[in-house]
T-cell receptor, first 112, second 114 residues
Framework: LAKTTQPISMDSYEGQEVNITCSHN???????ITWYQQFPSQGPRFIIQ???TKVTNEVASLFIPADRKSSTLSLPRVSLSDTAVYYC?????????????FGSGTKLNVKP | NAGVMQNPRHLVRRRGQEARLRCSPM?????VYWYRQLPEEGLKFMVY????????ESGMPKERFSAEFPKEGPSILRIQQVVRGDSAAYFC????????????FGNGTRLTVT
């Protein structure tokens, strides 16, 4: 499994755009990049997944450069309710099992 | 469509007792994963099961821990002779096809060993 590195924490203010970058230098050809969000006392919730270039959904955008050694989760106009821990996972989609490793994640604190 | 259901939400056990944690996957999902999360830490993979089969248990301690996902009924994570170090949140996730679909998580069981 590719190891990932994320900032431990980030602060932001309501209405700002937040970009959280994840490094995964050892990403393999078959690996996908997936981001999850976790609120206190809840299980993680899937946000977005991508393989290369850019992916956008109603919640976030995911930017992946050509070398795929990093990725950036972009949250537009955050609100207080976006305060959570964000996990970047890199997994081998060709294996017949899934044991994505959740690191410590990035604790995002959105202030009023 | 109900999400992944875990029960109980909170479980208190004395040292030496057994803990049984239950997980009902989302309807139509036949792949179940268990994770453990210690306070202020990320989730650590424990075991991956499909109906009646353990596919990967490489993250599960060799002793005292076991998991099953029978043909009928929920998946069970069983911890025998619990110790204080077993206190953690245990999350279950399910997916319809395994590695090519996102995981859907339950809200976890918080185990406290006194």
């Amino acid at each position: 499994l590719a190891k990932t590195t994320q900032p431990i924490s980030m602060d932001s203010y309501e209405g700002q755009e937040v970009n959280i970058t994840c490094s995964h230098n050892n990403i393999a050809t078959n690996d996908y990049i997936t981001w999850y969000q976790q609120f206190p006392s809840q299980g993680p919730r899937f946000i977005i997944q991508g393989y290369k270039t850019k992916v956008t959904n109603e919640v976030a955008s995911l930017f992946i450069p050509a070398d795929r050694k990093s990725s950036t989760l972009s949250l537009p106009r955050v609100s207080l309710s976006d305060t959570a821990v964000y996990y970047c996972l890199v997994g081998d989609m060709s294996d017949n099992f899934n044991k994505f490793y959740f690191g410590s994640g990035t604790k995002l604190n959105v202030k009023p | 469509n109900a999400g992944v259901m875990q029960n109980p939400r909170h479980l208190v056990r004395r040292r030496g007792q057994e803990a049984r944690l239950r997980c009902s996957p989302m309807k139509g999902h036949s792949h179940v994963y268990w994770y453990r999360q210690l306070p202020e830490e990320g989730l650590k993979f424990m075991v991956y099961l499909q109906k009646e089969n353990i596919i990967d248990e490489s993250g599960m301690p060799k002793e005292r821990f076991s998991a099953e996902f029978p043909k009928e009924g929920p998946s069970i994570l069983r911890i025998q002779q619990v110790v204080r170090g077993d206190s953690a949140a245990y999350f279950c996730a399910s997916s319809p096809t395994g590695m090519d679909s996102p995981l859907h998580f339950g809200n976890g069981t918080r185990l406290t060993v006194t």
